[in-house]
């Protein structure tokens, strides 16, 4: 089955510092998401991308986020500033259409901690 | 808005025990439902979903899960749970029929344990 990638596995990051996470979306999909899932915490929707640029965004996805997709197969999301409380653990997805039926691929997820 | 709830944080069971675990959504229109489990250090993976038509839903691994609208319910069943079936287990939801709103709504995941 395709795989959605991302690096790295984990970040290690100060506060204050950019970050950026880098994920590898299916190569024929066509939109790009970004969800989060703060240690025992739900899984929570950051932003949606589609024909470069944003679909839609949840309110978690502020000024200190961007999303941009640099080249035909990379597609990262920065914090420009981080906090302690961005530590979290990121999960970049795709898809190929929004069709009733089309899956969702996740990639394994960023594990990112703010000291 | 949308929300769910996952009531039981973490089950433990047996090896061959049968498995049910809750989900509720709140939303007033129609919703399309879904299970995701995530496997120690994998991405998250679609079970089963369900859009329309019979409630009951058949997924991977022998899992199924039924749509009861009345209960605003979408509970994960499997009749006879293994080892390899120690995982997080996540409902989740997207509301309407207008699919380029396709952001998903999550519950809060149920650690399933199974003990050999």
């Known amino acids: 089955e395709p795989e959605v990638t991302q690096t790295p596995s984990h970040q290690v990051t100060q506060m204050g510092q950019e970050v950026i996470l880098r994920c590898v979306p299916i190569?024929?999909?066509?939109?790009f998401y970004w969800y989060r899932q703060i240690l025992g915490q739900k899984v929570e929707f950051l932003v949606s991308?589609?024909?470069?640029?944003?679909?839609?965004k949840s309110e978690i996805f502020d000024d200190q986020f961007s999303v941009e997709r640099p080249d035909g197969s990379n597609f990262t999301l920065k914090i420009r500033s981080t906090k302690l409380e961005d530590s979290a653990m990121y999960f970049c997805?795709?898809?190929?259409?929004?069709?009733?039926?089309?899956?969702?691929?996740f990639g394994s997820g960023t594990q990112l901690s703010v000291l | 808005a949308q929300s769910v709830s996952q009531h039981n944080h973490h089950v433990i069971l047996s090896e061959a025990a049968s498995l049910e675990l809750g989900c509720n959504y709140s939303?007033?229109?129609?919703?399309?439902l879904f299970w995701y489990v995530q496997y120690p250090g994998q991405h998250l993976q679609l079970l089963l979903k369900?859009?329309?038509?019979?409630?009951l839903v058949k997924g991977i691994k022998g899992f199924e899960a039924e749509f009861i609208k009345s209960k605003f319910s979408f509970n994960l069943r499997k009749p006879s749970v293994q080892w390899s079936d120690t995982a997080e287990y996540f409902c989740?939801?997207?509301?309407?029929?207008?699919?380029?709103?396709?952001?998903?709504?999550f519950g809060t995941g149920t650690r399933l344990t199974i003990i050999p």
């Open positions: 997805a795709s898809r190929a259409t929004t069709t009733t039926n089309e899956k969702l691929f």
């Open positions: 989740a939801v997207t509301g309407g029929s207008n699919f380029g709103n396709e952001k998903l709504t």
């Open positions: 190569s024929n999909h066509l939109y």
């Open positions: 939303y007033g229109g129609t919703v399309n």
């Open positions: 991308f589609y024909n470069n640029e944003i679909s839609e």
């Open positions: 369900y859009f329309s038509g019979d409630p």
